[in-house]
């Protein structure tokens, strides 16, 4: 242990910049252990070993951190099951086939990232991915984790706004009318198909909602209700144009198919689709449309995210929650924490931080083994992104959920041990590298 600490001492005095981004001092913890290693050029994972207090009251503790050097050559992509919004798949899953859609990356790192619909499946807050609009968040107050063309990382709110436009003949029928989410469940979506509780709270507002092929292979939604299936060129962006034309109409009166069971399907949703699906009062906004009207459906983001091309993250009515502001802890929301994740308990954690010079680090904790790792409470972690350097910071998806996953010889190999399988997940922040 002697020779431990001088090792630890002549690191923070040999390198200002590993003593601060690497070998901080914890204000609540004692540093027992620390290692490294490089992942790729301008990434390198750090891994410390915490100890705190006695006894019956020991507390132990294995935090793996990503950092990212500045201007390293990197891609951060949010990856879901088959690239689509609908349906889980585990962090490891994620980076297969991020290296089976993008052959000229090589995924090196990935964690766990937003929180997601456990009974649905999917991702809750604002998804880019490769300059493409994947979905809307569907907390206003979430912040987002995103990543502009360099790489280069940023924390906030972004707010997107949808609209829909339409003519027949040359002659306005709709001109701007709101479109209330995309690529997420409808309003009427019952209190059993959708958790937690907080999700199906939120969706009460999705009265319009437009699906793309991101979304699933159909719409799949409830009896009732109106769609209106369209014929579309390209892909939507933050800000851009989708064109389009009305192919037909389905009354989702009557949606299911026979088999085993009666399962809703919707509509049908492939490249070269869009379906605008209604209901309650934005039923009489698609009654208006007819075959063969020309539809152009309009996206803004907040500008000063327009540069941002990959973005995940927001699915939570606090914010995410944000854990570091400008420095300072922010104060906890336990009122809306009907995800039965706890505050004051201590579980694994996935976190983001951005220092003051624009340096990203990903925070993955491990948790649920007594003595070695109990893991952190959201207080806890606060202080140790704030210990880590952070000017922001914002707290992911947790518990289970929560893991960080590396490309070794041997495969894509979790480095989190919660002593359970691995959990399917709505999304994953991959790390990839050019030609490595």
């Given at each position: ?6 090792l630890?001492?002549l690191?923070?005095l ?180 959708s ?21 699933y ?9 109106w ?11 933050p ?55 020309e ?64 340096r ?14 109990d ?35 041997d ?26």
């Amino acid at each position: 242990m002697k020779y431990k600490s001088i090792l630890l001492a002549l690191l923070m005095l040999l390198s200002p910049l590993a003593a601060e981004a690497a070998v901080p001092r914890f204000a609540d913890w004692a540093l027992a252990d620390v290692g490294n290693q490089p992942l790729a050029d301008g990434l390198t994972l750090w891994t410390y070993t915490l100890r705190s207090g006695t006894g019956e009251n020991a507390l132990g503790q294995r935090l793996h951190v990503l950092e990212v050097a500045p201007g390293a050559k990197l891609q951060f992509l949010p990856v879901s099951h088959n690239l689509q919004v609908k349906g889980l798949q585990t962090v490891p899953e994620a980076m297969a086939l991020a290296a089976q859609h993008w052959p000229q990356w090589t995924p090196v790192a990935a964690i766990n990232g937003d929180f997601f619909d456990t009974t649905a499946g999917g991702a809750l807050g604002m998804t880019i991915r490769a300059g493409r609009l994947i979905q809307t968040g569907e907390f206003p107050e979430g912040w987002s984790l995103g990543f502009n063309a360099a790489g280069q990382a940023r924390l906030g709110q972004p707010q997107v706004r949808l609209t829909l436009s339409a003519a027949r003949d040359g002659a306005a029928i709709l001109t701007e009318h709101p479109i209330d989410a995309l690529n997420a469940l409808r309003a009427d979506i019952g209190r059993t198909g959708s958790s937690p509780q907080n999700a199906y709270d939120a969706r009460q507002d999705n009265r319009l909602v437009l699906y793309t092929a991101d979304w699933y292979r159909a719409t799949m939604t409830a009896d009732g209700g109106w769609e209106a299936a369209l014929a579309v060129s390209g892909h939507l962006t933050p800000n851009g144009e989708l064109r389009g034309t009305v192919r037909g109409f389905h009354d989702t009166e009557q949606v299911t198919v026979a088999g085993d069971a009666q399962i809703s399907q919707g509509t049908a949703l492939t490249d070269g689709s869009a379906v605008l699906s209604a209901t309650g009062e934005a039923i009489e906004v698609l009654r208006q449309l007819q075959p063969g009207d020309e539809v152009t459906i309009r996206s803004t983001i907040s500008a000063d995210w327009a540069d941002i091309e990959n973005c995940l993250g927001g699915g939570r009515p606090d914010g995410g929650p944000l854990l570091v502001l400008e420095g300072v802890i922010q104060p906890e929301h336990p009122e809306v924490d009907d995800y039965q994740y706890f505050y004051p308990s201590r579980h694994p954690r996935t976190a983001a931080g951005i220092r003051a010079d624009g340096r990203l680090f990903l925070l993955s904790a491990e948790g649920y083994r007594p003595g070695a790792a109990d893991g952190l409470s959201i207080a806890e972690l606060s202080q140790i992104m704030l210990d880590l350097g952070a000017r922001t910071a914002l707290n992911l998806d947790g518990g289970p959920s929560s893991a960080l996953v590396i490309r070794t010889p041997d495969g894509f190999v979790p480095l989190t041990r919660v002593d359970r399988r691995q959990t399917p997940v709505g999304n994953a922040l991959v790390i990839c590298a050019y030609g490595e």
